[in-house]
């Protein structure tokens, strides 16, 4: 199996395997991170398909001394933003989420396995209140489990504003999961509102 | 409590190796009690657990077929736009072959008339030569030149002899 420098160099010489792979190696990646700041299966495959174009396209100038990864997340948040913008300007409007919250289980979420599917709505509906920049750098971060130096990076900020997006992004996902998603918050634990 | 891992560097926002995470990630899914002890912190931490939400397998597919495809697109339209240039450059080349060609042959038609040659110099006439009839002679010579003017007929002959130059 190729490396990844390896793979890269073939690719820019037009080797179509190795850019075949090279989709293969990173589209969980990518798709991933699409989904998490789009929120929608069929938007992160749209967005996925661009990155990759893109991708290609770029190979000619990418430096080999800078980490892969990192260019690839920045064209993938950057694509999955521009997205997210386009909707909220109207052309493609956010799916309707269900106004009814999610019966709270109480004490049985303390006491059982967490619900994947119900912490994707959880966060779905509530990360939707977010600005995307707030939204992609608490994915890449909390999410994806990314430093506050490769987020900002990525995102091509400050670290310090980075950690601005993150203290606004915990904040209102911290209230929206006290307010509407109890259940899912462990017993015994609330934080009034204004605390850090 | 030895089974519950550590969620400091979690907390503190470290970057785990991705095994180490995904275990730490799994293990919070299944326990309440690190759940609770995350929340402590912040109940927004708890969405870290959404990492281990799998991709779909149909998902991945199309993310790969969809972009074989549309790079393949992009190679086709890279392949048509060098083929248009390097065409586009052999016309030029071309064009600009028969213009100068054209501009050529137009030069040649209406060109000057040729210039005329270097007249041999005329040897100086013997010193006790007579000078032919209609001949006046200038009196203004330059240097060691004798110029000499003359008509004969219609026609004006300018003569000159230098003995320095030998003509």
Same mark, same amino acid.
């Given at each position: 199996m190729r490396d990844e420098g390896e793979l890269i160099r073939a690719a820019v010489d037009g080797d179509t395997e190795a850019v075949s792979e090279l989709v293969r190696r990173k589209r969980e990646q990518v798709v991933r991170i699409a989904y998490q700041v789009t929120g929608d299966w069929e938007d992160a495959v749209d967005v996925s398909q661009g990155v990759f174009v893109r991708l290609w396209k770029g190979l000619g100038r990418?430096?080999?001394?800078?980490?892969f990864d990192t260019w690839l997340y920045r064209i993938t948040v950057n694509a999955a933003i521009d997205l997210v913008r386009s909707r909220e300007r109207g052309l493609q409007p956010l799916p309707d989420e269900p106004q009814e919250l999610p019966a709270s289980p109480g004490r049985a979420s303390a006491e059982s396995a967490l619900d994947l599917a119900e912490l994707r709505r959880a966060f779905a509906r509530l990360s939707a209140r977010l600005a995307p920049k707030q939204r992609a750098a608490f994915v890449l971060r909390e999410? +994806?489990?990314? +430093?506050t130096a490769e987020v900002a990076r990525i995102m091509n900020v400050a670290e310090s504003t980075v950690r601005n997006h993150l203290l606004q992004a915990r904040r209102v996902l911290r209230l929206g999961l006290e307010r509407e998603y109890p259940g899912l918050v462990p017993e015994g634990f609330r934080k009034s509102e204004g605390e850090s | 409590m030895s089974d519950h891992p550590s969620l400091r560097r979690l907390i503190e926002g470290v970057e785990l190796p991705a095994e180490e995470r995904r275990e730490l990630l799994s293990h919070l899914q299944a326990c309440p009690g690190c759940r609770a002890e995350l929340a402590e912190r912040?109940?927004? $931490?708890?969405? *870290?657990? $959404? *990492?281990?939400e799998p991709v779909p397998a149909d998902v991945l597919d199309r993310v790969s077929r969809s972009a074989e495809a549309a790079i393949a697109r992009e190679q086709g339209r890279s392949a048509l736009r060098r083929t248009y240039a390097w065409g586009s450059l052999a016309a030029s080349i071309v064009v600009a072959g028969l213009l100068g060609a054209y501009f050529w042959t137009q030069r040649g038609l209406d060109a000057p008339p040729d210039r005329p040659t270097v007249v041999d110099a005329i040897p100086a006439p013997a010193a006790d030569a007579a000078m032919p009839a209609g001949m006046i002679e200038l009196?203004?010579?330059?240097?060691s030149a004798d110029v000499v003017e003359m008509t004969v007929g219609d026609v004006e002959v300018v003569m000159i002899f230098d003995e320095a130059m030998g003509i």
């Open positions: 990418y430096d080999p001394s800078r980490r999410i +994806e489990g990314l +430093e | 912040d109940p927004s $931490l708890l969405f *870290a657990i $959404l *990492a281990l009196l203004d010579s330059p240097g």
